[in-house]
């Protein structure tokens, strides 16, 4: 997405009271590039009650939420055929691309807060939500990062979040883990301790370059690269021009996933674990630790599962102060297609991303996307373990963009590659100009 969260941006999320991610755009021409003309969503007063929708969500964060959607739906509105298909959240390209290239996107569909994304808005493949009830409920922080660069308004987003890292509180305690650490030197004693003690420390997705993309990166490029001071509007310049990602300072955000990888402390098997199996291994107590988006602390705190406990990530060497992760949740978005059916998939758009925004909302655990999330989303239940930890996090003085929401896609494709040869030991960190300056080039390309 050309329009970046500046530093600005972030502190209006720093000063929020909680109440209550990809491969390039495909290119098109002027034969198959969407209008731009007529995509704003109508009023929906008179809004038909009888039709067919064909509709696309994400079903592997919270997946009952699309099952019971569905049933309030069918039961609300009897006379709509609602045709549901399944997205992966971690590739909504998969889903979404062949029916761009065909010109007829679903109804509603969910999507991520990319620059893969924003391209599609630009290109008039999506209509605007402007005036829809969640764009008008949603902090302003969400509506600027699903806002592309020519003002299109494309996007309701299901929540906002931040990376933290889970841990088995009962087996800190048996390890003689007292406290849990709050800078880098004390994460690798409790690892070591950890592991001592016959636990493993840590879950690592190492067959998910989509996870691994989220999480060392993340506070490798928010302490190597923003707090150090070296340079903290990088992914503003990468967007506008010419970038170097060979400097010795890009070269070292990755050395501490080597430290943890070399010392042992990934789980067993980490190398063909995916993100879900991370998370059951979590949750089943078989490791100790992981580091996640908080989008996924209804998967990890679970009835019967293992007594977690959340914190702060410890990335940050002594005497340095922590840096706070900010990620747009993913969104809900309306497709153009041939159908004409506009009224009738503003209504499901709304049921989704408002009137029923709860539903994902509970069985995910997310926190809330909305400005006042007392009034608007009354149903809301946030763990307090949860809210404890995002209020530290968000109480943070510096933040730092999530990777996925803060390079291009074209750049991104190559970051995931890059951390994921780091991880599985097929490359270096020395060599993160290799993968990513070429693609900062067929970027550059696609400006001109």
């Given amino acids: 997405m050309k329009k970046v969260l500046a530093i600005g941006l972030v502190l209006c999320l720093m000063l929020m009271a909680l109440t209550g991610c990809q491969q390039p755009a495909p290119a098109a021409t002027g034969s198959d590039t969407a209008s731009a003309a007529d995509t704003t969503v109508p009023a929906t007063g008179d809004?038909?009650?009888?039709?067919?929708?064909?509709?696309?969500?994400?079903?592997?964060?919270?997946?009952?939420?699309?099952?019971?959607?569905?049933?309030?739906?069918?039961?609300?509105?009897?006379?709509?055929?609602?045709?549901?298909?399944?997205?992966?959240?971690?590739?909504?390209?998969?889903?979404?691309?062949?029916?761009?290239?065909?010109?007829?996107?679903?109804?509603?569909?969910?999507?991520?807060?990319?620059?893969?994304?924003?391209?599609?808005?630009d290109k008039g493949y999506f209509l605007d939500v402007s005036g829809t009830p969640g764009w008008e409920a949603q902090l302003d922080v969400l509506k600027q990062m699903y806002t592309s660069s020519t003002g299109v308004h494309y996007a309701v987003a299901n929540g906002v979040e931040t990376e933290l890292l889970y841990y088995n509180i009962?087996?800190?305690?048996?390890?003689?883990?007292?406290?849990?650490?709050?800078?880098?030197?004390?994460?690798?004693?409790?690892?070591?301790?950890?592991?001592?003690?016959?636990?493993?420390?840590?879950?690592v997705a190492g067959a998910s370059p989509n996870n691994?993309?989220?999480?060392?990166?993340?506070?490798?490029i928010a302490h190597e690269i923003v707090a150090s001071g070296y340079d903290p509007n990088w992914n503003t310049k990468a967007r506008d021009g010419e970038y170097d990602f060979?400097?010795?300072?890009?070269?070292?955000?990755?050395?501490?996933?080597?430290?943890?990888?070399?010392?042992?402390?990934?789980?067993?098997?980490?190398?063909?674990?995916?993100?879900y199996e991370c998370m059951r291994a979590v949750t089943a107590g078989e490791v100790a630790?992981?580091?996640?988006?908080?989008?996924?602390?209804?998967?990890?705190?679970?009835?019967?599962?293992?007594?977690?406990?959340?914190?702060?990530?410890?990335?940050?060497?002594?005497?340095?102060?922590?840096?706070?992760?900010?990620?747009?949740?993913?969104?809900?978005?309306?497709?153009?297609?041939?159908?004409?059916?506009?009224?009738?998939a503003t209504k499901f758009f709304n049921y989704v991303t408002f009137e029923n925004a709860y539903v994902y909302q509970n069985m995910s655990g997310t926190i809330p996307p909305w400005i006042d999330a007392a009034a608007d989303m009354p149903n809301a239940i946030v763990n307090e373990k949860l809210k404890s930890a995002w209020d530290a996090s968000n109480a943070l003085t510096i933040k730092s963009l999530e990777p996925q929401q803060a390079f291009t896609a074209i750049v991104y494709e190559q970051v995931k590659q890059f951390v994921q040869a780091v991880i599985l030991g097929n490359a270096e960190p020395s060599q993160i100009g290799d993968y990513l300056n070429p693609a900062q080039q067929e970027y550059l390309a696609t400006l001109k």
Avoid at 212 to 220: A, E, N, P, Q, V
Avoid at 252 to 265: M, Q, T
Avoid at 316 to 344: C, H, R
């Fill in 47 to 121: 809004a038909p009650v009888s039709g067919e929708l064909n509709v696309a969500l994400a079903a592997d964060i919270a997946p009952d939420s699309v099952t019971e959607w569905t049933k309030m739906f069918n039961a609300d509105y009897p006379d709509v055929k609602l045709n549901v298909a399944l997205e992966d959240a971690s590739s909504y390209e998969v889903t979404i691309e062949p029916l761009v290239a065909a010109g007829e996107l679903p109804d509603v569909l969910g999507i991520g807060c990319t620059d893969w994304f924003a391209t599609l808005a």
């Fill in 170 to 203: 009962d087996q800190f305690e048996q390890a003689g883990v007292t406290s849990v650490p709050t800078n880098w030197q004390e994460f690798l004693d409790c690892c070591q301790k950890l592991k001592d003690a016959g636990f493993q420390p840590l879950a």
């Fill in 212 to 220: 691994l993309g989220h999480s060392f990166i993340s506070f490798g």
């Fill in 246 to 275: 060979s400097t010795p300072e890009w070269q070292s955000i990755l050395d501490k996933a080597v430290v943890l990888r070399d010392a042992g402390y990934f789980q067993r098997g980490y190398e063909s674990a995916d993100l």
């Fill in 289 to 344: 630790m992981t580091i996640q988006g908080s989008y996924q602390t209804g998967n990890i705190l679970v009835d019967g599962g293992a007594n977690i406990g959340i914190t702060t990530v410890p990335w940050n060497d002594p005497g340095e102060e922590q840096v706070g992760i900010v990620i747009a949740g993913d969104g809900y978005a309306m497709g153009k297609n041939s159908n004409s059916n506009t009224d009738l």
